[in-house]
């Protein structure tokens, strides 16, 4: 099985800065595309940032700026810096991957638990 463990979520002022971690374990072949999307209470989930393996990033405008997605694919680890961080960020961070697993070699997607970020104004 694979799991995708997120770290680094809490609560901070607005204008201040926290850093997002995700690594993905278990029967993992390769991972392809690794990104970052939010939840806001009563919105739906939207992606915030993406990068491919071979290290192509995008980005929502919303973010474009202030966060930076990066990956470490020794340590099968997708990390969401961000940067002058504003109330309207506060919602839960679900870390996402496609991965492939080592038993049937297919592609599939999977999901963090999802971490939360709240700023405070």
Same mark, same amino acid.
């Given at each position: 099985?694979?799991?995708?463990?997120?770290?680094?979520?809490?609560?901070?002022?607005?204008?201040?800065?926290?850093?997002?971690? $995700?690594?993905?374990?278990?029967?993992?072949? !390769?991972?392809?595309?690794?990104?970052?999307?939010? *939840? /806001?209470?009563?919105?739906? +989930?939207?992606?915030?940032?993406?990068?491919?393996? =071979?290290? !192509? /990033?995008?980005? /929502?405008?919303?973010?474009?700026?202030?966060?930076?997605?990066? +990956?470490?694919?020794?340590?099968?680890?997708?990390?969401? *810096?961000?940067?002058?961080?504003?109330?309207?960020?506060?919602?839960?961070?679900? $870390?996402? /991957?496609?991965?492939?697993?080592?038993?049937?070699?297919?592609?599939?997607?999977?999901?963090?638990? =999802?971490?939360?970020?709240?700023?405070?104004?």
């Amino acid at each position: 099985q694979v799991q995708l463990v997120e770290s680094g979520g809490g609560l901070v002022q607005a204008g201040g800065s926290l850093r997002l971690s $995700c690594a993905a374990s278990g029967s993992i072949f !390769s991972i392809r595309g690794m990104g970052w999307y939010r *939840q /806001a209470p009563g919105k739906q +989930r939207e992606l915030v940032a993406s990068i491919s393996s =071979g290290g !192509s /990033a995008n980005y /929502a405008d919303s973010v474009k700026g202030r966060f930076t997605i990066s +990956r470490d694919n020794a340590k099968n680890t997708v990390y969401l *810096q961000m940067n002058s961080l504003k109330p309207e960020d506060t919602a839960v961070y679900y $870390c996402n /991957a496609e991965i492939i697993v080592v038993v049937t070699l297919r592609l599939r997607n999977y999901w963090g638990q =999802g971490t939360q970020v709240t700023v405070s104004s």
